[in-house]
């Protein structure tokens, strides 16, 4: 049971996003996983929007990037600093985590190693324990799904930095496989359809517009066009085109169907009880990928299973990690929790890290 006067945070820390909540609040924070610092000094220059503001126009001495990579971390040191300004902006004082409990998303399949990683991290800025928690078990609490009954359920997470399927019952995930590839690259791929097709370089941020704007998964919806601008790889000069909605369904089909596998894959590997209930229950589509215009119709077609999107996709792991937070101040212990996390981390007493 957690003491009265602790905070209690949930955090889902992606690739390309992090949202935080805290409890009695709800969502108090959602910024893009990004950080921008000075490559000579080291000196932390914007976090979060602002530092997603300066991609592609920062000058040579700006360093900007993402310190996770495929959901874990990859620069511990920023995603610290990042850490520690997104809590300073909530709370607006200096003791950050201090006397708070934190339950903190991270991808389903990752090794003790780097999810005791994650939790140190927390720990490193004050918090008095971190536990990790599997990003769909999360995410299908904060879709409103009943993981503590005997039914299975398959989530399908698309994130920034990668794709997870799994199937989940009793509280637990029982089959799950993990795509390295997801929102972020088909920026990328966005961005070097553009090059060689039209001989324009584009940034980051267009490509993901593009992607927002005229995005589709169906090859017969409506055809949508967008003007853009870029530089000409030939005469290094701006130049602008216009590019349809039918040209960036080629490039999404290939990760599309790349999901489809991983869909199958999964079911292969869970029990057929689980898999007729699946059939039944659909599948839950939840992460920014969901926003994508018609990718449920897709995977449906595609799958022949009822597709459903979560009702808050982006925030949906933010708050099944709030509603874990929940559950200790309540007389009845989840399935979930019933078992204590091996990799949590504690500090303690007396040796909380300074800010």
Not at 50 to 59: D, V
Not at 328 to 341: D, F, G, I, Q, Y
Request: proline content about 4%; glycine content about 10%; hydrophobic content about 40%.
């Amino acid at each position: 049971m957690f003491k009265r006067f602790d905070k209690l945070y949930g955090i889902d820390l992606g690739t390309s996003n992090t949202v935080i909540f805290e409890q009695g609040k709800g969502i108090v924070l959602s910024e893009p996983s990004v950080v921008a610092f000075h490559q000579s000094t080291g000196e932390l220059l914007a976090v979060g929007a602002e530092a997603q503001a300066m991609i592609g126009r920062a000058p040579a001495h700006v360093d900007i990037t993402y310190p996770l990579r495929n959901g874990v971390i990859a620069n511990f040191d920023l995603t610290s600093s990042m850490l520690q300004h997104f809590i300073k902006k909530i709370q607006g004082r200096s003791s950050l985590l201090r006397s708070s409990q934190v339950y903190i998303s991270v991808p389903c399949g990752i090794t003790n190693v780097q999810k005791r990683a994650v939790e140190e991290t927390i720990v490193h800025k004050g918090a008095k324990r971190a536990i990790a928690v599997e990003e769909p078990l999360a995410a299908a609490l904060g879709a409103g799904l009943p993981i503590d009954e005997p039914i299975g359920h398959l989530v399908l997470d698309i994130g920034g930095g990668s794709c997870q399927v799994a199937i989940l019952s009793l509280g637990g995930i029982v089959a799950s496989h993990t795509v390295n590839r997801a929102g972020m690259s088909l920026d990328l791929d966005i961005m070097d359809y553009v090059k060689r097709q039209y001989n324009l370089e584009i940034g980051e941020r267009t490509a993901e517009e593009i992607k927002k704007q005229i995005g589709t998964a169906r090859a017969s919806s409506e055809e949508r066009t967008l003007g853009i601008k870029g530089r000409d790889v030939i005469n290094g000069l701006p130049r602008s085109i216009q590019l349809s909605s039918r040209e960036i369904y080629t490039v999404v089909d290939d990760f599309l169907q790349l999901l489809v596998e991983a869909i199958r894959a999964t079911l292969e590997r869970c029990p057929p009880e689980l898999a007729g209930d699946v059939v039944e229950q659909g599948i839950l589509l939840c992460g920014g990928g969901a926003l994508l215009e018609g990718i449920d119709e897709r995977i449906r077609e595609e799958t022949g299973v009822p597709v459903h999107i979560a009702e808050h996709p982006l925030e949906c792991t933010a708050l099944g990690t709030g509603m874990m937070l929940g559950a200790h101040n309540s007389k009845r212990v989840p399935a979930w929790r019933e078992a204590k996390p091996e990799s949590a981390v504690q500090q303690d007493a007396g040796q909380q890290a300074e800010m």
